[in-house]
């Protein structure tokens, strides 16, 4: 299994620009999420999704959007980059339903950089 | 607002020396997890606690219901244990979201 895997590495957009993080599972989990880690914050939840075709907000989703249209993908959308939105963003995943205590598998993370 | 709160956040070590990082948290967590994220930047789960005591190799995480405390301990630590340990906690039932605390960034010197 791959795990959690998340493209690219590294992105640098100027403002204005849109673009669209990748993020892909081979473990068919149906819990998936975006979060971002900024210096001094604690990781924060922007998007997730509780299955394919179901999507929420999380505590930072303003200029993000998501879709799932497969249990294995979950892109996260920049539809106009601010510099506010420099970030390193990780995408996890885990499994919902019945299983009480879920572990939270994470992909590599993707460094952005709006200039 | 759930909050989770860790201690210390910056911690300096010698190898050997026995390590407690320390988490607090608001009331009605489901389960309460450790995590580590390595110097290039990975993050790994550790632990998935909701009562008593977990262990894994020289890592021991234990939590405390009444108190909503939960600790973290590293025995014998060694450099290779220098990392970011991050505390996160479920609210909301097995379903609901991680909070995550600040991290608490540990340096172990040979």
């Known amino acids: 299994n791959a795990g959690v895997t998340q493209t690219p590495k590294f992105q640098v957009l100027k403002t204005g620009q849109s673009m669209t993080l990748q993020c892909a599972q081979d473990m068919n989990h149906e819990y998936m999420s975006w979060y971002r880690q900024d210096p001094g914050m604690g990781l924060r939840l922007i998007h997730y999704?509780?299955?394919?075709?179901?999507?929420d907000q999380g505590e930072v989703p303003n200029g993000y959007n998501v879709s799932r249209s497969t249990t294995e993908d979950f892109p996260l959308r920049l539809l106009s980059a601010a510099p506010s939105q420099t970030s390193v963003y990780f995408c996890?995943?885990?499994?919902?339903?019945?299983?009480?205590?879920?572990?939270?598998?994470f992909g590599p993370g993707t460094r952005l950089t709006v200039l | 607002k759930n909050e989770v709160e860790q201690s210390p956040q910056n911690l300096t070590a010698q190898e050997g020396e026995f390590i407690t990082i320390n988490c607090s948290y608001s009331v009605g967590i489901s389960a309460l997890h450790w995590l580590q994220q390595h110097p290039g930047g990975g993050i790994v789960s550790l632990f998935m606690?909701?009562?008593g005591k977990k262990k894994h190799g020289r890592l021991i995480a234990t939590i405390n219901i009444q108190e909503k405390h939960s600790s973290l301990h590293i025995t014998a630590s060694h450099p290779r244990d220098s990392a970011v340990y991050i505390c996160?906690?479920?609210?909301?039932?097995?379903?609901?979201?991680?909070?995550f605390g600040k991290g608490t960034k540990l340096s172990v010197k040979p």
């Open positions: 606690l909701s009562s």
């Open positions: 996890a995943s885990s499994y919902s339903g019945l299983v009480t205590y879920n572990e939270q598998f």
């Open positions: 999704s509780v299955g394919a075709g179901i999507t």
């Open positions: 996160a906690a479920r609210y909301g039932g097995s379903q609901g979201n991680l909070i």
